[in-house]
């Protein structure tokens, strides 16, 4: 049986290792670490089989896990994961969006063919992505439409410097436009969608990306359209926000869960 290390404890860490738990996912959870420590210890509390708490990112890698699984952040990301490929263990990321650093991209992508591992990135919150991927050299356009609630969006460092304030928006409203490199930079949290898209398809300077806040919703709806020589494409996917986290697709979770069975599992698989 597989043995996983979880590095973050938030809404998405703990439905996977409620999974794991539960005998969802066919695998052990043995070490985990976060940042804030009342997080690691709540999610112990939550768990029949209880894990060790490490006291750094690093110490998850250097013992006897399979795989470790990123739900922190994109800065765990940049910070842990070259080690954890140096220790000769798997990764499977949720926070994408990191790896639209061409210096980090390229760095985990030569460490994974000289230690040997592999990195996972789940489909997350979006659909199709078994399609871009297998018609991206006939590729012409991408882009994604995410409209989402607005306290989804809250905190985003976008609106740092931006004059748009989330609490008067009272219909459906464009509040971005641009490239999946600039998305993922000034909404870490809220669109890595669009980083996982761009990774799969044409770079994140050709993929377009929009993002339309609407206090009128009780979902998150990413409309992606792809053309070229092939033909076209749109998806329309429509996910509820995750209870305990509304920054976070439902969706994205499952996904996550769906890409640890695959990896833990003995079985059929369909698809990629």
Do not use: W
């Amino acid at each position: 049986m597989k043995q996983i290390g979880l590095l973050g404890c938030g809404a998405i860490g703990t439905q996977i290792a409620l999974a794991i738990d539960t005998g969802k996912i066919p695998a052990i959870l043995t070490h985990i670490y976060d940042d804030s420590k009342e997080k690691s210890s709540s999610l112990v509390e939550k768990l029949q089989n209880k894990p060790e708490i490490v006291e750094n990112a690093h110490l998850l890698s250097s013992n006897s896990v399979d795989i470790v699984v990123e739900a922190a952040s994109q800065d765990a990301v940049k910070d842990s994961a070259l080690s954890i490929l140096q220790n000769k263990k798997d990764l499977m990321i949720m926070s994408v969006g990191a790896l639209l650093d061409e210096s980090i991209y390229d760095i985990l992508s030569d460490a994974c063919k000289d230690f040997k591992k592999t990195i996972y990135l789940p489909s997350g919150a979006i659909a199709g992505l078994d399609g871009i991927k297998s018609i991206k050299d006939e590729l012409d356009t991408v882009s994604i439409t995410t409209t989402k609630h607005p306290r989804s969006l809250k905190s985003a460092k976008f609106f740092e410097n931006s004059k748009i304030n989330l609490d008067d928006i009272e219909s459906a409203t464009s509040i971005f436009e641009g490239t999946a490199k600039e998305a993922v930079s000034l909404f870490p949290a809220n669109i890595n969608v669009a980083a996982l898209l761009s990774l799969t398809g044409i770079g994140s300077e050709k993929t377009r990306v929009k993002i339309i806040a609407d206090p009128d919703t009780n979902k998150n709806t990413h409309q992606i359209e792809a053309a070229g020589t092939f033909g076209k494409m749109t998806f329309i996917i429509e996910n509820f926000p995750d209870v305990n986290n509304p920054k976070t697709s439902r969706l994205a979770i499952l996904s996550a869960i769906e890409t640890l069975k695959k990896y833990c599992s003995n079985d059929i698989q369909i698809g990629t």
